[in-house]
């Protein structure tokens, strides 16, 4: 009973300041806001890279060549000591494996007409569609012939063919990759965005044949891809290709292996690192402002406890206690920071919202970030009330009567 | 009893009032001791330390009053009247001595006891009437309640400073903001606030320094009525004829009490109910 006509004392003061009041509440509001799109951003992201990964699949491997050691330094010399044979033989004798997919790797500009496109080319093998469950969603992909016989043809990703096509198919038309003229067969389904925001669709994919030999002049791929026959067996194929090509190599027990294979799931570990990395650094910076927001709080406090001595001096002249003002107070300063937590929420799952909504950025709002937010900005209210209010609590009545 | 010419002219227009009560009161050494006394200080000393300079506000107050008792207590500023009066409100404790108040030593208490027996047993009427700005009289007089142990339901609480509003003539004022009364009407509803709790004392602080004189009369008249009604009252004031509306007059000088004497030419404020 006590305490409920002091939390309504609390209220009346904080409904007598509006203005000040509103201000005071803003720095938690925009604190709190901040807190949770940026959570929102943090987990948004990290989730949308889990989804990318699993969507690129998280059974494919991909190995590198050039791993030397030399001096007991391992260095990556650049020099590809992988063949297509090593390709073809992981692919014959490797029963985990279930795609391969040899990987020459280029960049240029395309060329339609008075069109012009600067891209990634990426030269694959025919099983590379499947590694990566990407579809042509115009056209068709390019097969064995094209591949043995160095076809100069290729199929866009959808970022290119909007580029230089617009709206119409490019199927058929001829473009110019690094002045070779290539006839266009397909075009990719849109993927989007990958882990690290590149995109995915800005790409041209041609047979490795063509752009390693046409384009890059070599005979060496530069890496190959491969995927296992189901998730489980990523392990157990990245195994096998191992001690393949160590055989194939001739490398001795012992020795260092002279390529590196990494699965998608260590890539996705990485990235997954990275981005909540990502998360808690946005979360720490907006944990400032809510800070900054708490010391508004006890600013504004410590000029309602000083403007309010005589007021706090009369009440304890007629008989509150130290706590009865210490409760008046704490609540002013809870009430403050709980109203600004409980709008900043809103506020924050709003522009959470626009974000996702605006920049399609994605966007994760787990409940238990809300709570946190919440229970965050009332703690700010104790914390950043606590000193004023024990302040006011401690006042001499006698002096507090006198104060002009 | 030497009985000094202060406030003898300022008199001369009331009528002189022949007080049977009077006999209630005699000279302090002949006064029974009967009834518990509400008021009992032993030796009362209250040193302030300013830096390395000791000032003796008190130095030996020893007074007792009784119940239904209307003392005022004078003196020049510095007098320690202010000092005492901070004492026997339970604002502050004495250096050394004791002081019973309504039979219970409160010298050596705490401050959440002292605020205890604030709430209790004493009313607070002050110079500048420090009621609460932009709460209504209504509001000002229940504040006390809120803060009683005992607690008190919220309508409970309405109709006793309803009460209490009515008995200092305020009716009809309980929606009104301090601002929006007269001096005279905020200290009547300060009295309405020190009476809600039916204290023991009630305690006035130079209640008319800040009113004109006809405002203070209908002041000091409110507080003749409750003494008729059997309040005790303890005034504090520096101004002669003002101490005259009390029974008993109490002067202090460099913290000691110098004369104590009834007031023989009581005034008596008009006797009319105060105008709003």
Not at chain 1, 27 to 34: F, H, K, N, Y
Not at chain 1, 181 to 207: H, M, N, Y
Not at chain 2, 74 to 91: E, Q
Not at chain 2, 205 to 234: H, R
Request: neutral net charge; hydrophobic residues 45%; glycine residues 10%.
């Amino acid at each position: 009973m006590k305490f409920l006509t002091i939390l309504k004392v609390g209220l009346k003061a904080i409904a007598r300041n509006k203005m000040r009041s509103a201000l005071t509440a803003l720095g938690i509001i925009i604190g709190v806001a901040c807190v949770i799109a940026m959570i929102g951003v943090g987990k948004g992201s990290q989730a949308a890279i889990q989804s990318q990964i699993s969507a690129l699949g998280t059974n494919f491997l991909m190995v590198f060549p050039g791993v030397s050691t030399q001096s007991g330094a391992r260095i990556f010399t650049g020099e590809s000591t992988l063949t297509e044979d090593d390709v073809a033989a992981v692919k014959a004798e490797c029963p985990s494996v279930a795609y391969v997919s040899p990987m020459s790797r280029s960049a240029g500009q395309v060329v339609y007409g008075n069109l012009n496109w600067g891209t990634s080319v990426q030269g694959v093998g025919v099983e590379w569609p499947f590694i990566r469950s990407w579809n042509t969603s115009d056209g068709v992909f390019f097969g064995d012939s094209e591949v043995r016989s160095a076809s100069k043809v290729c199929v866009l990703g959808s970022t290119v063919a909007t580029s230089l096509f617009g709206d119409q198919s490019p199927v058929g038309a001829t473009v110019r990759i690094k002045n070779f003229p290539f006839r266009v067969i397909g075009v990719l389904e849109t993927k989007g965005g990958s882990t690290v925001g590149q995109d995915q669709d800005d790409t041209v994919v041609a047979p490795y044949t063509t752009v390693m030999r046409l384009l890059k002049g070599k005979n060496k791929i530069d890496m190959f891809m491969a995927s296992a026959v189901s998730q489980a067996a990523v392990s157990q194929a990245q195994t096998e290709i191992e001690s393949l090509l160590r055989q194939r190599h001739r490398l001795m027990p012992g020795q260092d292996s002279d390529f590196m294979i990494r699965s998608q799931q260590e890539i996705a570990q990485t990235a997954d690192q990275t981005s909540h990395t990502l998360s808690l650094l946005l979360a720490s910076a907006a944990s400032i402002s809510l800070l900054v927001g708490g010391i508004g709080i006890m600013n504004i406090m410590l000029v309602s406890v000083t403007e309010r001595t005589r007021e706090i001096g009369i009440r304890m002249a007629i008989g509150a206690k130290g706590r009865d003002i210490l409760t008046q107070f704490l609540v002013e300063a809870l009430t403050l920071s709980v109203a600004g937590g409980l709008i900043g929420i809103v506020l924050g799952v709003g522009a959470s919202r626009f974000l996702a909504w605006k920049a399609h950025w994605s966007i994760a709002l787990p409940p238990e970030s809300i709570l946190l937010a919440f229970g965050f900005s009332a703690a700010i209210g104790v914390f950043f009330g606590f000193y004023p209010a024990q302040k006011a609590s401690r006042l001499d009545p006698i002096e507090a009567l006198r104060y002009e | 009893m030497v009985r000094p010419a202060a406030g003898a002219a300022g008199v001369a227009s009331n009528p002189k009032r022949s007080d049977p009560a009077a006999d209630l009161h005699p000279p302090p050494g002949e006064r029974s001791v009967a009834a518990e006394p509400v008021i009992r200080t032993e030796d009362l000393v209250r040193v302030y330390t300013m830096g390395e300079v000791e000032v003796r506000a008190l130095d030996g107050v020893s007074l007792v009053v009784g119940p239904g008792e209307f003392v005022a207590v004078m003196g020049a500023s510095g007098s320690g009247k202010s000092t005492f009066m901070n004492i026997i409100g339970c604002l502050d404790r004495p250096t050394s001595g004791s002081y019973s108040l309504d039979g219970v030593d409160v010298s050596g208490l705490d401050r959440d006891a002292r605020a205890e027996i604030r709430n209790g047993k004493i009313g607070f009427v002050f110079q500048s009437f420090n009621l609460l700005a932009r709460t209504t009289a209504l509001e000002n007089v229940e504040l006390p309640l809120i803060y009683a142990s005992n607690g008190h339901v919220a309508a409970d609480r309405a109709a006793r400073a309803m009460r209490c509003l009515a008995d200092v003539g305020l009716s009809g004022r309980e929606h009104h903001l301090p601002s929006q009364l007269s001096g005279g009407q905020q200290q009547r509803v300060a009295i309405a606030r020190a009476l809600i709790n039916d204290p023991k004392l009630m305690l006035a602080d130079e209640p008319t320094g800040n009113l004109d004189t006809k405002t203070s009369e209908e002041v000091m008249a409110v507080f003749q009525k409750l003494n008729d009604q059997g309040k005790t009252v303890v005034l504090i004031t520096h101004e002669p004829d003002i101490a005259e509306y009390a029974r008993r007059i109490v002067v202090f000088r460099d913290g000691r009490v110098v004369e104590d004497r009834p007031s023989e030419q009581r005034r008596a404020a008009s006797a009319e109910r105060p105008t709003a």
